[in-house]
Structure formats: C-alpha cells, structure tokens
C-alpha cells in the first residue's frame, strides 16, 4: 500500500552536480523547467480535452538509516550536527521529515473523525502532532541557521527561492490541522472541559481556538466560505501587485559615491552595507538602491545634500504615479477594499479592530490614545528642535534656506553629535565585540541571577570556528535554562542579518534540552585588531542578546507560546519586542553604558561618567526626527484601517492632509511615499500594527522607570524574570505586565524621554554648558 502523501508540495525537484563535495545548482535546466511548467499551466484549456496530467510531489530519498541529519534527531541526540551533515542531507532530510509530518496530520484527521467524544483527550487530539512538530521544527530551524550563516555558493536568487518554499511548506504544514473541522471539535470540547488539563495545555488550546477564530477557519458553511475565499483571493492578488511593484522598481536609480569624504563619518558596518564590491567596502565606490536596506544609512551619511535631495525624491516617488505601469495607488485602495470585506466578514467593524483583537492594546481606540498621547508631548519638542536643526546646518553646513526632509537623517545625526562633542567612530575603541558582550552577560546575570559558562570547547559541533557556546543556569537554583549558541561576525557566505531563533523548546521526556541560535552581523576582526562596535551594531547587540534571553527563560513546554510569535493573529506580539528593547535601552542610561564598555583600544582610558552621559544624551538626540516619522507612519497605518468604510477618504488625501499637520515643510509634488510603504501594506497581519515599535519602547521605559524607583535591581529584576519571562507567552501580556507593575502601561516614562520636562531640560543645558 503507498503512504498518502499530501498534493501540492514541490511540483519540480533541484538538480545538482556534485563537485568537490558541494551542492551546485544547475541554473539553466532549473529555470528551462521552471518555465516550461508555467507555460503549460497558462495555457488556454483546449476545445477539446483528451486527458490530464497528473503530477505527484517528488519525495526525498532520504531515511534516518542515509542521512545522518534526519538519525541525528530521530535519536534524540544531545546536539545537532551543524558540521558533519552535507547541505543536501539537511535540506532534503529536512523537507523529508515536512512531508512526512504532512502525512501524519491527514492520517490524525482522518483518525479523530472516526474518535467518540468521551475519548477525546489532549494526549490523543493533541500529542500526537506535537510530538512531530517538535523534531520537524528542530530541523527546520537548524536547517536555516546552516542556510543564513555556512551554505555553499550559489546563485542569490535560487537560494533565495530554495529558502522561501521550504519557510512556506513549514509553515503551512503547522498550519493545516488547525483547518480541519474535527480537530476544532476536538480542541473546544478540551478547552471548555479543562479536565485534566494542565495550564500550559489549556493556554495551548486556548491560542489554537484565536487563530482559528480571527482566520475564519471556524466559517464552515458554504456560503460563508466562498465570501471569504473571495475576499482572500484579492487580498493575495493585489498585494502580490503591489510588492511587484515595488521590487521592479528597486533597481531603476542607484546613487553612486566615489570620493570617501562624502560619506567619511560613515561606519564600517554601513561601508559595507553601501559597498558595490563588499569585499573592497574600506575604498569604495559606494551607492544606495531603492532599498530600505541601503537608502536610510545612505540619507543619513551623505553629506553630499544635492545627491540626497534626488535620492529622497526617487525613493519617495517610488511606484508611485510617475510610473505608468507600476503605479501602486489603485493597489492600495483595492487592499483596502478588500481587507475591509474580509474582516466584516470575520464579524469585526474594520480592519484595524480585526488585527488588534488579541493584541496587548487590544482596540483601535486605546492605539489612538497612546499615538494621541505622544503626539501631543512630541510635536513642540519637534518643532522646537527644528530651530536648532536649521541654526547647526546654516553654521556647520553652509545650507542655506529652510531644512528639507531630504537634510533631517543626515543634519539631525550630525547635530546631536556636535551638541554633546561625541565621536561615534572612535567612541567604538570602547566597543571591542567579545569583551563587550562578556559584560553584557555579566550585567544581565547579575539583574536576573543567571550564569553564563562557556562551553565552547566541549565538542559541540560548529558551523564555523568564530561560534562560541554558553550553557545557561540560575546562580541560585541551579535550574538549567539551555545552551545559546553564538556566531558573532558577518562573512562573504554569511546571509541575512542579525537574527535569533528558537531551535528547540526543552523537552523532558526525550532528556533534551533548550537550544538558541543567534546569528551576529558585526565586523570581523582583523590582523590589524578585533572587532568593534559602533553604538548603531550595539544596539542591535543588545536586542537580540535580550530575545535570546527571552527565549531562554520562558518555561513554556510548546514553541507556539514560547513567546508572542509574529505574526500570528492569536498573539500579542505588539508586546513581543518589551524585553529586547529593554536591553537596547542600556545606550541611553549611562551607568549601564558605562558599565559594558571596555578601556579604550588605544589610549586604554575608560568610558568616563560624563563621557557615556554625553553618548546617551547624543543617542537619544539623534533619534528625535525618526521617532517622530516611525509616530507619523503610526499614526497614517491607523487611521488608513480604522474607517469603517474605506470610502471616506482616499489613501492620497490622507496622506497629504496628516503630512502637512506632521511636518514643518511642504510636501513634494511627486511624493507617494504609501506606495512604496511596504510594512503598512504588503504584510496582512501587520496592517494597523506599525504603532508596535514605541509601544515596546513605552513598555522597555516602564520598566526602566520602575528600577530606577525602587532601586533594587536584584529583587527587581527577580520579579520581571518570575512574571513575565519565565511566562513567555502562557497569559495575555497584558495581564503579565499588571503582574508585575500592578497596573497598566504609563506612556509618561516614553514621553519624558524623547520630550522631557522643562526642569529636566534646563538642568540638562546648564550640566552641557558648564561641561563646555
């Protein structure tokens, strides 16, 4: 008997030439097939049909006896073979064990139709696939941290598509048993009995029964089914248009710098970014794409202000209506239509209150207050500050006439830092990587009462020899919290950037424990001396060395409420980011600057008090214009999906109506800016949601707040950890955070810090001038 196997997996199969032992892709006869495939399925149906052809997803050959990746973890081993399984076995093996996991489900469903009720229990509905799950996603998870940071050389564009199916089969295969009717059957009937349930069970139950509820996945009737298919049917069609156009146009204008002078206060990080050959990014030449990735660094560190003007008019304009046939306004409006369509459909008044149901603000109107909140605090900080924006630029920039938005990356940056006397570049002599974040760990350990040992030379396999391994544990308990596994620097066949995933929950009945990959982007070191930070990559350090530690901490037995996952309906991850920016935050306190700094390379002195006073104050400074833009685009994201009835406005004269109350010049003829704007519009579930970074930051300053009143950062620190940590995602975060502040988020922490109070203010200014 053959084993079903689900239709619709791969319809092709990579071909590979084995050379030296490295997998490499046959572009031309992947692409010739890939064509002629699509080819034969645009055709026209013929008058007269004669038969079909039916084409059979094509299953890896590969079993737990040939393929040491799949052994690896069929046996439970204690660490997975990052080093000795080729790239083949762990790709292959990898959408193997997908396929077989798709399998398990179709044959589960099939099984609880026939399951009476009275049997029904979480360890015969549920269990079952969770078991799998668990091996599935290790691999899947490993197999993209080999991917991001030790894959072979290949073509950008084939990895790049080998990568995005193989993250589309996981995810929809996870997904599947949660559209199968029985198995919500099933699921309610456990949630509404809690017999026997444990509280991370019952939390499990509950977070499948929200997704399911906010997807339409429990709309069963015909009639129903059909409106909402409908309405996704679009949805997916013009937002596929509407990144179309964008990624057509990415290419169309580059802006190109040969003379080094032009971006001189530039970063190596950002060299690097803007580098037409990566590896001469020290000489150059350097330019900026039509590309979030290259354009931000390159307004902000071109001083060259007639090339930034047409680089912010080119970028502004993008897909917008100078062009013909890749114009994404009728896009947007027909997103809107058809977004609003299906969330009525789904019983909710708009889009916004859709997306925000189960988020921690949980309504449009507790959004509008919070945005309405900083607004109010913000705007006169703004507007007050343009008048020391435009004086420094007359002065120090020969700019004549009044600011630009083109002039506010670049003036704004460079005027912070000539206020408090900083320089960046060499402030990174304090920011060696690795002793850098031995003090990371070390200021963390001591708040939270962790220790980290590493276990580097233990045997553990590497993908490469830059990783280091740290086991990490209570100081007191001695309770074992899992192993974090590092690799710090950027390389030519290293791909993406910072990131951090969870390769595996703890799992006690197969005497495994938690595992975290975090993937660093920093410079490599040099013969010529190691490799240093500049507060832009300390920053990013920091937040992700705290989403490890998130991860770490929680005690959630299941990934999917480890922590609140993006971008799950049913999770309230507008509060996911609380804790990482919370770490991110150390920048701008400067006795924890201070105290994760090392002496200076060169002059081997420390960071002072009153030097890392001067770096925080010229963080916090710089940052102003784009907290005040990143509460803008909140605000427009909001107001564009909380109409009722999206005819009431057009997206265009929004736009320029709330541009004009934002921002002290005229807007430009040609800037369509929401055409290009893709968090706002090209991702379903983060429409309305753009609001969520300054949420984090009000959550991360709270809690500041809250340490710096009680002044006890051990006991302190052992609430946040027992609270909310140890959690993850086991309560609303809400209901966590009262836990521990015993009441509900202040925006005032938040609104001292970008607009503080007169008092604050003057005695900010005099400590400047008697400084000076």
Known sequence: MFRRIPLGRFLTRKIHNQTNGLIVPTTNVQKQQKRQILFKMGNETPARVVGYYVVFPVIPEETVENNCFMYNIAKNEDWPKLATAEPRELYEGTVRMLMDYGATVMEHMEHLATLPAEERKFENVVEPLLTEEYEVNFAFQTLVLKMLTDWPDCNRKLFDADLHHIKIMCARDQMEKLTNKD?????????????????????????????????????????????????????????????????????????????????????????????????????????????????????QYCGDRQLRATAWEKWTSKAGFDHDFYNNSINIEELRHNNEGLAKTLGYSSVAEHRLANKMAASPETVRGFINALQRRIRPVVIDRMESWSAWAGRCELITGELQAYDMPYVCRKEAEHHYDVNPLDLMNHFPFWPTFQNIMGVIGHIFNLEFKDITDKGLEKAHADVRIYSVGDKFSGQHYGRLYIDPYDRQNKRGGWNVMLARPES??????????????????????????????????????????????????????????????????????????????????????????????????????????????????????????????????????????????????MYKQMYEEYFPFKRAKNDYQPCSFTPIFALQPHMSMYYRKLWAEMLALDIHETFDEEDNEVQTGERLKTTILNRGSGDVAKELFKRFQGRNPSVGAICDHYAPPMAIQDEMEMSENQRR
């Open 508 to 653: 006690k009945e197969r005497g495994l424990d938690k595992i975290v990959y975090f993937i660093g982007s920093a410079i490599a070191p040099t013969s010529n001396g190691p490799s240093l930070l500049h507060h832009q990559q300390l920053q990013q350090l920091l937040f992700h060395f705290g989403r490890s530690v998130q991860l770490l901490l929680s005690q959630s037995p299941y990934r999917d409420i480890s922590i609140p996952w993006s971008p799950f309906y049913a999770s309230d991850w507008d509060a996911a980011d609380m804790f990482p920016t919370f770490l991110q935050m150390f920048v701008t306190k400067p006795n924890l600057l201070a105290t994760i700094s090392s002496p200076h390379q060169i002059t081997k002195q420390s960071l002072t008090e009153e030097h890392a006073n001067s770096v925080a104050l010229t963080i916090s400074r710089a940052s102003l214009w784009e907290t005040y833009r990143t509460l803008f685009w909140s605000d427009f994201d909001l107001s564009i999906y909380e109409m009722e009835d999206r005819k009431q406005k057009f997206w265009l004269d």
């Open 183 to 299: 198995f919500q059957d099933a699921i309610k009937q456990l949630y509404e009995a809690k017999d026997g349930l444990s509280e991370w069970q019952s939390r499990l139950l509950e977070w499948y029964l929200l997704e399911i509820k906010a997807s339409g996945l429990d709309k069963h009737d015909d009639k129903t089914r059909k409106v909402l298919g409908s309405w996704s049917k679009f949805v997916d069609e013009y937002r596929s248009k509407y990144i179309t156009g964008v990624m057509s146009t990415n290419d169309q204008q580059t802006f190109v710098v040969t003379d080094q002078k032009v971006i001189k206060d530039a970063p190596p990080h950002v060299l690097q970014k803007l580098a037409v050959d990566e590896q001469n990014w020290e000489s150059g030449p350097w330019r900026g794409r039509m590309t979030p990735h290259t354009i931000y660094p390159f307004m």
